[in-house]
């Protein structure tokens, strides 16, 4: 199957300062990367979907301003959490899809908070 | 709205017993189906996938899932489990246009006891 590689797959920053998280499909062209986070023991909870070169669509309960994505072209996107804390601590994960409806995920980040 | 309702949180069975686990979706339009496992520290899998066609599909590791449009269900089958089938699967759907967003169910714990 295709290659979903996200970076970092761990980070702690501080709070207050931004981390930006990678995500990169490399052998297929991404059309469209989801975001997703997911709690411990929990499932998968859809933050964002966003199409190459437009605006990403945010989920209801989701602030666009404290988790910036971008998508500037078919095989990365990224995701920055903003004046990190403690609160925003998870796992997040991307997945990308292209042409096939079939989406391909990344490792996965586990970002601390501290 | 979109939405998956996947009706078993946990799941403990012994080696060699039936699997099955329901996943029932709320979605108006053609639907592409998915399960994926997430295995103990490990990143999402994609087990099997229905996009159209013959309604049972077989993915790897001996699943299969039947795809019951009346019942708007996708459950998961595997006549005999073994003890490294022990992880969380997910349930997952999206629409077959482009550009449409990929929804998780809340996940169900198997365990698988020797």
């Known amino acids: 199957g295709a290659v979903v590689s996200q970076h970092p797959s761990r980070v702690i920053c501080k709070s207050g300062t931004s981390v930006k998280i990678e995500c990169r499909s490399l052998?297929?062209?991404?059309?469209?990367m989801f975001w997703y986070r997911q709690f411990p023991k929990q499932s998968l909870m859809l933050m964002a979907t966003?199409?190459?070169?437009?605006?990403?669509?945010?989920e209801q309960g989701v602030e666009k301003d404290k988790f910036l994505i971008n998508h500037a072209s078919l095989t990365l996107s990224t995701l920055t959490v903003t004046s990190a804390h403690p609160e925003d601590s998870s796992f997040y994960i991307c997945?990308?899809?292209?042409?096939?409806?079939?989406?391909?995920f990344g490792q996965g980040t586990r970002l601390t908070v501290v | 709205a979109q939405s998956v309702s996947q009706h078993n949180h946990h799941v403990i069975l012994s080696e060699a017993a039936s699997l099955e686990l329901g996943c029932n979706y709320s979605?108006?339009?053609?639907?592409?189906l998915f399960w994926y496992v997430q295995y103990p520290g490990q990143h999402l899998q994609l087990l099997l996938k229905?996009?159209?066609?013959?309604?049972l599909v077989k993915g790897i590791k001996g699943f299969e899932a039947e795809f019951i449009k009346s019942k708007f269900s996708f459950n998961l089958r595997k006549p005999s489990v073994q003890w490294s089938d022990t992880a969380e699967y997910f349930c997952?759907?999206?629409?077959?246009?482009?550009?449409?967003?990929?929804?998780f169910g809340a996940g169900t714990r198997l365990a698988v006891h020797p």
């Open positions: 997952a759907v999206t629409g077959s246009g482009g550009y449409n967003k990929l929804i």
């Open positions: 979605y108006g339009g053609t639907v592409n």
């Open positions: 229905y996009f159209s066609g013959d309604p």
């Open positions: 997945s990308a899809r292209g042409t096939y409806p079939e989406a391909f």
């Open positions: 052998d297929f062209q991404a059309t469209t």
């Open positions: 966003s199409n190459e070169g437009s605006k990403a669509t945010y």
